[in-house]
């Protein structure tokens, strides 16, 4: 079953600085079970972050301990860490098109 990683971070940079992040998003293609991420920002309260749909929990704890984590406290400035993995209800999504039977970009 497809589950959520949420991740959030507080980040005090420039909004170009923060908006070139994504300049490297093709690299999140190889993360095994990763079906797709949507990327996050807020600059008013200079909020980022990703949600993130895997294919299962394992995945997404090994990505957000493994690349997420590391990424996110290299960058100058970066803290108020948040993250969580939640369970989906599949059937209510895909009642609002939801698409989460995705495969993922890399195999498990």
Same mark, same amino acid.
């Given at each position: 079953?497809?589950?959520?990683?949420?991740?959030?971070?507080?980040?005090?940079?420039?909004?170009?600085?923060?908006?070139?992040? +994504?300049?490297?998003?093709?690299?999140?293609?190889?993360?095994?079970? #990763?079906?797709?991420? !949507?990327?996050?920002?807020?600059?008013?309260?200079?909020? /980022?972050?990703?949600?993130? #749909? =895997?294919?299962?929990?394992? /995945?997404?704890? /090994?990505? =957000?301990?493994? &690349?997420?984590?590391?990424?996110?406290?290299? !960058? @100058?400035? %970066?803290?108020?860490?948040?993250?969580?993995? #939640? %369970?989906?209800?599949?059937?209510? /999504?895909?009642?609002?098109?939801?698409? &989460? @039977?995705?495969?993922? !970009?890399? +195999?498990?």
């Amino acid at each position: 079953m497809s589950v959520i990683l949420q991740v959030n971070y507080t980040w005090d940079v420039d909004e170009d600085v923060a908006n070139r992040v +994504a300049d490297n998003a093709e690299r999140y293609n190889d993360i095994p079970g #990763l079906q797709w991420k !949507l990327w996050i920002r807020d600059p008013e309260t200079k909020t /980022s972050g990703g949600i993130h #749909l =895997f294919t299962d929990r394992d /995945s997404a704890r /090994s990505y =957000f301990e493994d &690349v997420a984590l590391p990424v996110i406290t290299d !960058l @100058d400035g %970066a803290r108020d860490i948040e993250w969580k993995i #939640l %369970a989906i209800n599949e059937d209510a /999504s895909r009642t609002n098109r939801t698409e &989460v @039977d995705i495969e993922p !970009l890399v +195999a498990v």
